[in-house]
């Protein structure tokens, strides 16, 4: 991993509570392993990633890379905490059940007000409404970021991800049908998106806490 990469991070990293059994932070230097481990786990289903291939911690290293190196495009990781434990110093880590990221729309600099969003669960945390925990918080950190607009690409038969993103405001700003071979069917992808207030700083307390099926 490169230097200014490693300079990037700080060692303790801030902890934000989701609620009584979540909390939030950017990823560090040692959380990737954990965090391709849930990624792989989704690649199997065919709805969430059009990897078809499980990646290795080597392959996605330059990609972590950039998201500790460069402030406006974090990843986000969500632990959960485990006998009231959650300080990010602690010798008995909570393991990470979640983690979602910005990245760039496109390389080009005119493009920074724009990033895409993903989100990506622990198969044991689906169907708990940690989804939408997750990405109602990462909307309110989106106007501090310099972000006006996030992305979303999901396929168009992952259908509890559209319901999920729909209910959060998203819009249809796209449809790119027959674009993924699947091996074994050819999937549409669809853009939603919403625009980001730059002087939003949160969004209402009840939103970011209520409950959801879809995750």
């Not at 405001?169 to 091996?183: A, L, N, R, S, T």
Request: charged residues 20%.
């Amino acid at each position: 991993m490169s230097t200014i990469a490693l300079n990037a991070t700080p060692s303790i990293l801030p902890t934000v509570k989701l609620n009584d059994q979540f909390i939030v932070q950017r990823a560090g230097n040692n959380d990737l392993a954990e965090i391709l481990a849930i990624y792989n786990q989704s690649i199997a289903g065919k709805q969430a990633t059009a990897n078809l291939a499980p990646v290795t911690c080597e392959e996605r290293l330059d990609w972590f890379d950039e998201h500790l190196k460069i402030p406006t495009r974090p990843i986000y990781i969500v632990r959960a905490v485990i006998n009231g434990i959650e300080s990010s110093d602690s010798a008995e880590k909570p393991p990470i059940v979640a983690w979602g990221s910005f990245s760039d729309l496109y390389a080009r600099t005119a493009y920074h007000i724009s990033t895409e969003i993903s989100i990506y669960l622990h198969k044991k945390y689906h169907g708990r409404g940690l989804g939408s925990l997750l990405t109602r918080w990462m909307l309110t950190q989106a106007p501090s970021l310099g972000i006006h607009n996030i992305v979303a690409l999901i396929f168009a038969h992952n259908q509890p991800s559209l319901g999920l993103f729909r209910k959060l405001g998203f819009e249809q700003w796209g449809y790119m049908p027959k674009v993924c071979d699947m091996e074994g069917f050819i999937a549409d992808v669809v853009m939603l998106g919403k625009a980001v207030a730059s002087n939003q700083a949160t969004i209402d307390h009840d939103a970011l806490h209520a409950d959801s099926e879809v995750s």
